[in-house]
């Protein structure tokens, strides 16, 4: 109701503006977007890039942009998994991003209040799907989408060939356990072995604590959808009616991985590489490596990625994890000058067709009307899944509470784990993810 009441609202401005003849000067309106060299250029764009893997790119697609319009485009990046640390300095400071991230709810608590309203924006006008918007209590739309991806785990259907199997094979958790053992038990005679490394650092523990961990909120989430105020609102409690499962799936990737798993709190290890060198034919990723794994020489076309099977009733009809936590947000406290800026830039980004190949080329797909087509072809197949009649695993994950703090506990109880896999430590990875969920969530909402 309040959506469809700022809607109506939004018209009868326009209708005014109309009937008195009168029109927002330009540029200050930040919904009117300026054609890239059309003015002098006036204010600046700061981007907090929320993405490492895509900074490069982001750094030479600024450069064009300040090339083409004179406009100076800021590219910063957030190291892995210090991104909220990172924008609460950023954000104290004289000059502050002007695009930085809000991509979830729980981040919509946080932030909102430093969130330009995008209804009605230039930038907003150019998306083609409302599936990827952030609001707030008050129906301000607070981020947007600018790209989706899946994830799952990724498979050198190659190495698999050669061990003497074929991906049709795996199915369920039942026939991914039996390929995975069958060939760690011969990974001598082979040459490599299942899984990559599954490291427990900041720079890898996200794959688990982040991503595996979904399958759990994930299929709780579908048993009662009304706890989640469906999908709009994280559950206050989690039952861990699936931790079992996500246990089955976890113990599989870290006991038949090509490193000890008590060596996995340490860090330090490139999964990516050893995956890309033939060292092992699974890798729990997603769909934005693959240009890396492309970078160094990987044949695509002999890549796969199939879902998170563990043992769940009726999984063979599992499609991957698809969904987001990449949304753009603008800062509402910025100068109506770096404000117009920004938009002018994001639309280039999304509209001209070199600048939206090349971040195509980075995020993989982008939801706007004339963004280049996406070539990734894990995201090709997670859209394959759909059209098999296979379910999609949303992000449920979006919704975890006080986020760095509840991955911060559940790194440290999965660490212990890994070093001693008792029955009363992994009882801690429950708690840490269970009762964690519940004690950061009345941390957050009180």
Same mark, same amino acid.
């Given at each position: 109701?309040?959506?469809?009441?700022?809607?109506?609202?939004?018209?009868?401005?326009?209708?005014?503006?109309?009937?008195?003849?009168?029109?927002?000067?330009?540029?200050?309106?930040?919904?009117?977007?300026?054609?890239?060299?059309?003015?002098?250029?006036?204010?600046?764009?700061?981007?907090?890039?929320?993405?490492?893997?895509?900074?490069?790119?982001?750094?030479?697609?600024?450069?064009?942009?300040?090339?083409?319009?004179?406009?100076?485009?800021?590219?910063?990046?957030?190291?892995?998994?210090?991104?909220?640390?990172?924008?609460?300095?950023?954000?104290?400071?004289?000059?502050?991003?002007?695009?930085?991230?809000?991509?979830?709810?729980?981040?919509?608590?946080?932030?909102?209040?430093?969130?330009?309203?995008?209804?009605?924006?230039?930038?907003?006008?150019?998306?083609?799907?409302?599936?990827?918007?952030?609001?707030?209590?008050?129906?301000?739309?607070?981020?947007?989408?600018?790209?989706?991806?899946?994830?799952?785990?990724?498979?050198?259907?190659?190495?698999?060939?050669?061990?003497?199997?074929? #991906?049709?094979?795996?199915?369920?958790?039942?026939?991914?356990?039996?390929? #995975?053992?069958?060939?760690?038990?011969?990974?001598?005679?082979?040459?490599?072995?299942?899984?990559?490394?599954?490291?427990?650092?900041?720079?890898?523990?996200?794959?688990?604590?982040?991503?595996?961990?979904?399958?759990?909120?994930?299929?709780?989430?579908?048993?009662?959808?009304?706890?989640?105020?469906?999908?709009?609102?994280?559950?206050?409690?989690?039952?861990?009616?699936?931790?079992?499962?996500?246990?089955?799936?976890?113990?599989?990737?870290?006991?038949?991985?090509?490193?000890?798993?008590?060596?996995?709190?340490?860090?330090?290890?490139?999964?990516?590489?050893?995956?890309?060198?033939?060292?092992?034919?699974?890798?729990?990723?997603?769909?934005?490596?693959?240009?890396?794994?492309?970078?160094?020489?990987?044949?695509?076309?002999?890549?796969?990625?199939?879902?998170?099977?563990?043992?769940?009733?009726?999984?063979?009809?599992?499609?991957?994890?698809?969904?987001?936590?990449?949304? %753009?947000?603008?800062?509402?406290?910025?100068?109506?000058?770096?404000?117009?800026?920004?938009?002018?830039?994001?639309? %280039?980004?999304?509209?001209?067709?070199?600048?939206?190949?090349?971040?195509?080329?980075?995020?993989?797909?982008?939801?706007?009307?004339?963004?280049?087509?996406?070539?990734?072809?894990?995201?090709?197949?997670?859209?394959?899944?759909?059209?098999?009649?296979?379910?999609?695993?949303?992000?449920?994950?979006?919704?975890?509470?006080?986020?760095?703090?509840?991955?911060?506990?559940?790194?440290?109880?999965?660490?212990?784990?890994?070093?001693?896999?008792?029955?009363?430590?992994?009882?801690?990875?429950?708690?840490?993810?269970?009762?964690?969920?519940?004690?950061?969530?009345?941390?957050?909402?009180?």
């Amino acid at each position: 109701m309040k959506k469809l009441l700022a809607m109506l609202m939004a018209l009868v401005m326009v209708l005014s503006f109309a009937a008195c003849g009168e029109t927002p000067e330009e540029p200050s309106d930040p919904e009117a977007p300026v054609e890239p060299g059309e003015t002098e250029a006036t204010g600046s764009v700061y981007w907090l890039n929320f993405k490492p893997e895509s900074d490069e790119v982001l750094k030479e697609l600024a450069a064009k942009y300040t090339a083409e319009t004179g406009v100076e485009v800021k590219i910063e990046t957030a190291a892995s998994g210090t991104y909220n640390e990172t924008l609460t300095a950023e954000m104290d400071k004289s000059e502050a991003p002007t695009i930085f991230v809000v991509g979830n709810q729980a981040a919509v608590d946080t932030w909102g209040d430093y969130c330009l309203d995008l209804t009605g924006t230039a930038i907003e006008a150019e998306l083609n799907t409302d599936a990827y918007k952030l609001y707030d209590a008050d129906g301000k739309l607070c981020s947007i989408g600018y790209c989706y991806e899946c994830y799952g785990i990724i498979v050198n259907n190659a190495l698999l060939n050669e061990a003497g199997h074929d #991906v049709s094979e795996i199915t369920n958790f039942e026939t991914l356990k039996a390929v #995975v053992e069958d060939i760690t038990a011969r990974s001598e005679e082979l040459g490599f072995g299942a899984f990559t490394s599954n490291a427990m650092d900041s720079s890898s523990s996200w794959r688990y604590t982040g991503h595996m961990i979904n399958l759990e909120y994930y299929y709780e989430y579908v048993d009662d959808n009304a706890a989640w105020a469906n999908g709009t609102a994280a559950a206050p409690t989690l039952t861990g009616a699936y931790m079992d499962n996500f246990k089955n799936l976890y113990d599989l990737a870290v006991v038949n991985s090509i490193v000890d798993r008590k060596e996995l709190a340490n860090g330090g290890f490139d999964a990516q590489a050893e995956f890309a060198e033939g060292k092992a034919v699974f890798y729990v990723q997603g769909s934005w490596e693959a240009g890396g794994l492309e970078g160094k020489g990987m044949d695509l076309s002999t890549l796969s990625m199939i879902p998170y099977y563990c043992g769940v009733e009726g999984e063979e009809k599992a499609g991957l994890n698809c969904g987001t936590e990449n949304y %753009w947000a603008i800062n509402g406290d910025a100068s109506e000058e770096d404000i117009q800026a920004t938009i002018d830039f994001m639309v %280039w980004l999304v509209t001209d067709p070199e600048a939206s190949e090349a971040a195509v080329g980075t995020f993989g797909v982008m939801p706007y009307k004339s963004a280049a087509v996406s070539t990734n072809p894990f995201l090709a197949q997670a859209n394959a899944y759909l059209g098999d009649g296979c379910y999609n695993m949303a992000w449920i994950t979006n919704f975890q509470p006080n986020v760095d703090a509840y991955r911060a506990t559940a790194v440290n109880a999965l660490n212990a784990y890994n070093a001693d896999p008792t029955d009363a430590n992994w009882a801690t990875v429950v708690t840490a993810f269970i009762d964690g969920w519940a004690v950061q969530y009345q941390a957050v909402n009180g």
